[in-house]
């Protein structure tokens, strides 16, 4: 069973930064599509920015050039460090990554296909 985990979510001036991490266990293999999403209280959930099961990111507008995701020094987790934060990136940020049931789904930025996720790390960025 695939377990997705995040951490390092917390609360920020804006211009600060964060770093979130995400360690996916349980995955059959080493090649791993896994996207980040946030929730911010009363809006629809949005993806924010994918790595491709060949190491390729894509990034939502709102973020590009700040949030760079990346793989992670240990096996199956993935990076993202968040700079130049801004009041409005305030969120829970939820990892998630296809299960085998969904081995060719990498969709970004809509979520079809990410049926393991992880149970979400909150980041506050204050005016």
């Known amino acids: 069973q695939v377990h997705v985990v995040e951490s390092g979510g917390g609360s920020v001036q804006a211009g600060g930064s964060l770093r979130l991490s995400c360690s996916v266990s349980?995955?059959?293999?080493?090649?791993?599509?896994v996207a980040w999403f946030r929730q911010a209280t009363g809006k629809e959930r949005e993806a924010v920015a994918r790595?491709?099961?060949?190491?390729?990111?894509t990034y939502a507008d709102s973020v590009s050039g700040r949030f760079p995701i990346s793989k992670g020094n240990a096996k199956n987790t993935l990076t993202l460090p968040m700079n130049s934060l801004k009041p409005e990136d305030s969120a829970m940020y939820y990892c998630?990554?296809?299960?085998?049931?969904?081995?060719?789904?990498?969709?970004?930025?809509?979520?079809?296909?990410?049926?393991?996720w992880g149970q979400g790390t909150q980041v506050t960025v204050s005016a």
């Open positions: 998630a990554t296809p299960t085998p049931y969904h081995l060719r789904s990498c969709s970004f930025p809509d979520e079809y296909g990410y049926d393991a």
């Open positions: 790595l491709d099961r060949g190491g390729n990111s």
């Open positions: 349980g995955a059959t293999s080493n090649r791993l599509c």
